[in-house]
C-alpha cells in the first residue's frame, strides 16, 4: 500500500466521529410524501376540493390521469431516494415508468376526446403553468435538502427523478383543485408544466446533488 | 514475554485464518466488513481502521475493471477512501458492504478517467520534460512570494508534496515519488492540479 494512503487512512481514523446512520428510502419516501399531503390540505382548507372533485369525476380518463400522476409521484420519489444511497441498482430508475405511462396515456386520450368534442379552446392556460411550477418549489427545495443528506453517485439521473417526483405531486395536488372542464389546452398546458419542472430541477438539482 | 510472543502468533494466525475464511466464503466476508462498517459508524476506530486496510484490494480491483491507468490507480484507492468517510452515513449493515463499496469505487473510476480524458484533450504533454530538463536556475522557497507560499500551504496535502517535491526542490519526478511514496503518475496529476489552483487562486479567480 502507497505511503501516502497509509497517511489518508490514519487521518480518516484521527477523524472519526459517530455518525447518526440515514434513514431507509421508503422512510425518506414516505417523509416526503407526507410534506405533499400537507401542501394540498393547505391548498384544501384555502380553496376546497369540490370543483376538483367535480372536473374528476366528469370523466374516467381524468381519474385515471389523476391516479397515473400519483402513482408517479410516489415511485419517482421512492426511485430518487433509492438512487441517492450507494450500493443500490441504476434500474431504480425505471420504476416510475408505467405509473408515467398511465399518466401520460389517460392525460393524452383525455387531450384527444376534448379536442374531438370542443376543439382547441385558444386559451393560454398560464395560471396551471404558475401553479405546478409553484406547488413544486416546496416540494423541490424538501426534496432536494434531503437527497443532499444522503450521497447520490448519480446526480443527474437522481435530479431528474426529483424533478418528475415533483412535477407529478404537483399535478396531482392540482387536479384537485382545478375548476372548469378538461379542455385540450388545459391539458396540454399541464404536461408542458410538468416537462419545465422536470427539465429544471435536472439541470439545477443535479449541480447542487453533485458530491 | 513469552505470553507476549504467544499472543501475538495467536493474532496472526487468527487473521490469517479469517482472511482463510474469507476467501472460502465472500458473503461471510461480506457480513464481517459489514459489521466492521457498522462498529465504524458507531465510532470504533480500530474497526475503521482495519474496514479501510481491507478495503483497499478491493478499490484497486474495482478500477483496474474499469480501466484506469496503473498509475492512477492510488488516486482512485485514495479519492474512494475519502468519499467513503464522507458517505459512511449511507451504509446500512443489512445490506451488502461490498456492492456499496464497488459503486463507489467504479463511480471514482470514471471521474479519474473523465479527468484524464480531459486532460489528454486539453495538452500536449512531454512525457520527458520533467526528467531531462530541470530548471537550472531554482528560486530558493525562502525568496517566494509570501502569498504564493501562502497558497503553496493552503493545498491539499497530494498537490503541495507535488509543488514541493517537483517545483521548490526541483526533483525529478523519480526523485519525488520515492521520497512522497506516490507514484510518478500521481505526482504529475497532482501537480497540474496544484498549479491550476493556484494559478485561479492567485489570479484572485478563486475566493
Known sequence: MARSTENLIRELGDGLTPVRRIAAPNCLALLWLGFSVLIAAGLAVVFGVQAG??????????????????????????????????????????LPVPALLLWIGASGMGCLRTWATAGWDGGVHTECLISIVGISVPLALAMIVMLRRAFPLH???????????????????????????AAAADLAFHALAVMVVTAILTISGQRLLRR | MQAGILSLESSALRAMGTSCVDRRDPDQADRRLGGLMASAQAGDRAAYDTLLRESVPIIRAAARGRGVAPDAVDDVIQETLLTIHRARHTYDPGRSFRAWLRTIAERRAIDQL???????????????????????????????????????????????????????????????????????????????????????????EEG
Open chain 1, 53 to 94: 372533485l367535480a372536473r374528476l369525476g366528469s370523466t374516467p380518463d381524468m381519474w385515471l390521469a389523476a391516479l397515473g400522476s400519483l402513482l408517479t409521484a410516489v415511485l419517482a420519489a421512492k426511485a430518487a431516494f433509492e438512487l441517492a444511497m450507494p450500493g443500490r441498482s441504476r434500474f431504480w430508475a425505471l
Open chain 2, 114 to 204: 473523465r479527468r484524464q480524458g480531459r486532460l489528454r484533450s486539453r495538452e500536449v504533454h512531454d512525457e520527458a520534460a520533467y526528467e531531462t530538463h530541470p530548471d537550472t536556475t531554482p528560486e530558493p522557497a525562502a525568496e517566494l512570494d509570501a502569498g504564493l507560499c501562502q497558497a503553496i500551504d493552503g493545498l491539499p496535502e497530494g498537490q503541495r508534496q507535488a509543488v514541493e517535491e517537483l517545483t521548490l526542490k526541483d526533483r525529478s519526478l523519480a526523485e519525488a515519488a520515492q521520497a512522497t511514496g506516490r507514484s510518478s503518475g500521481a505526482l504529475k496529476v497532482n501537480l497540474h492540479r496544484a498549479l491550476k489552483t493556484l494559478r485561479a487562486r492567485l489570479s484572485g
Open chain 1, 155 to 181: 446526480p443527474a439521473l437522481t435530479a431528474m427523478l426529483a424533478g418528475l417526483a415533483c412535477a407529478a405531486a404537483s399535478a396531482t395536488v392540482l387536479s384537485l383543485f382545478h375548476p372548469g372542464d
